[in-house]
């Protein structure tokens, strides 16, 4: 079984940049498709950007194409989302997400969560 523990959130202005990052432990996250899916006040959980397992293949949501990037340290265990250009409506709680079979686009697939990291961006 795969621990997965977010950092990097926090309180920032429109426009900035901000990383995420999602420390694996208990095995190795180069086993898993890992994604990053957010969640804000009143609304479902959604998907934002997820990445194979080998690291070859990369999905967006169209929201944030273009602005967001998700990558993986399998050396470090540790998979990145690098956000820049935010908007207020970026504003939510960002989980870390882990799939034994594929990339995780749907919260259905998702084998493995994290606790989940405030991301806040002021207008």
């Known amino acids: 079984q795969i621990q997965l523990v977010e950092s990097g959130g926090g309180l920032v202005q429109a426009g900035d940049s901000l990383r995420l990052s999602c420390a694996a432990s208990?095995?190795?996250?180069?086993?898993?498709?890992m994604g990053w899916f957010r969640q804000a006040p009143g609304k479902e959980r959604e998907f934002v950007a997820a990445?194979?397992?080998?690291?070859?293949?990369?999905y967006y949501s169209d929201s944030v194409k273009g602005r967001f990037t998700i990558s993986r340290d399998n050396a470090k265990n540790t998979m990145y989302l690098q956000m820049s250009s935010l908007k207020p409506e970026d504003t939510a709680v960002y989980y870390c997400a882990a799939d034994l079979r594929s990339a995780p686009t749907l919260v259905g697939r998702v084998d493995y969560w994290g606790q989940g990291t405030q991301v806040t961006v002021s207008s």
């Open positions: 990445l194979s397992w080998t690291g070859g293949r990369t």
């Open positions: 208990g095995r190795s996250l180069s086993a898993y498709g």
